[in-house]
Antibody, heavy 116, light 112 residues
Framework: EVQLVESGGGLVQPKGSLKLSCAASGFDFNSYGMSWVRQAPGKGLDLVADISSKSYNYATYYADSVKDRFTISRDDSQSMVYLQMDNLKTEDTALYYC???????WGQGVMVTVSS | DIVMTQGALPNPVPSGESASITCQSSKSLLHSNGKTYLNWYLQRPGQSPQLLIYWMSTRASGVSDRFSGSGSGTDFTLKISSVEAEDVGVYYCQQFLEYPRTFGGGTKLELK
């Protein structure tokens, strides 16, 4: 069974940092690109960041709204993907989903709240 | 960026009736390999999105055959035949032809 389990969310003040983690299991993690998609309260879905597999040289993509503030990374030996979020803004408040970048599998999401 | 625009449903939809959700892209999603790079998802209340359809018309594993996807390079339709209670939620289309892999704004389905 495929599982994606996110952790690391919480309440943080503006300009603060958080690191989200996603533990993957049940599929050949090394072969797939991985993404973080977020959903602000009551809103739609937005791709935040994406990292390809080793076959594609771990290429990364970032939404303009998070570029230079967020960093996506992965550890294939541990089947983990991470999202380091720095200089957080109130508009980053959202439920963050870890997904296989083909869209086939999603985690349950982890909430990030940026507020003073 | 490719803009994805979804249409609304005439909610609520009577149980057992069919429903069609439209999605339009600002650029053709037809790849040179002949595949159309469009996904459809359902997000039930309080749940994570679930992949329903990929490559415009291929049902994901375990998805009911009441769901079908069709379209051209820029205009797409998700049809739900005989709507049931479990179909309630918000439907999203997403293009994955190029980055950023943009989503439509979502279409809510309510049941009568």
């Amino acid at each position: 069974e495929v599982q994606l389990v996110e952790s690391g969310g919480g309440l943080v003040q503006p300009k603060g940092s958080l690191k989200l983690s996603c533990a993957a299991s049940g599929f050949d993690f090394n072969s797939y690109g991985m993404s973080w998609v977020r959903q602000a309260p009551g809103k739609g879905l937005d791709l935040v960041a994406d990292i390809s597999s080793k076959s594609y040289n771990y290429a990364t993509y970032y939404a303009d709204s998070v570029k230079d503030r967020f960093t996506i990374s992965r550890d294939d030996s541990q089947s983990m993907v991470y999202l380091q979020m720095d200089n957080l803004k109130t508009e980053d408040t959202a439920l963050y989903y870890c997904t296989v970048n083909s869209g086939g599998y999603w985690g349950q999401g982890v909430m990030v709240t940026v507020s003073s | 960026d490719i803009v994805m625009t979804q249409g609304a449903l005439p909610n609520p939809v009577p149980s057992g009736e069919s429903a069609s959700i439209t999605c339009q892209s600002s650029k053709s999603l037809l790849h040179s390999n002949g595949k159309t790079y469009l996904n459809w998802y359902l997000q039930r209340p309080g749940q994570s999105p679930q992949l329903l359809i990929y490559w415009m018309s291929t049902r994901a594993s375990g998805v009911s055959d009441r769901f079908s996807g069709s379209g051209s390079g820029t205009d797409f339709t998700l049809k739900i035949s005989s709507v049931e209670a479990e179909d309630v939620g918000v439907y999203y289309c997403q293009q994955f032809l190029e980055y950023p892999r943009t989503f439509g704004g979502g279409t809510k389905l309510e049941l009568k």
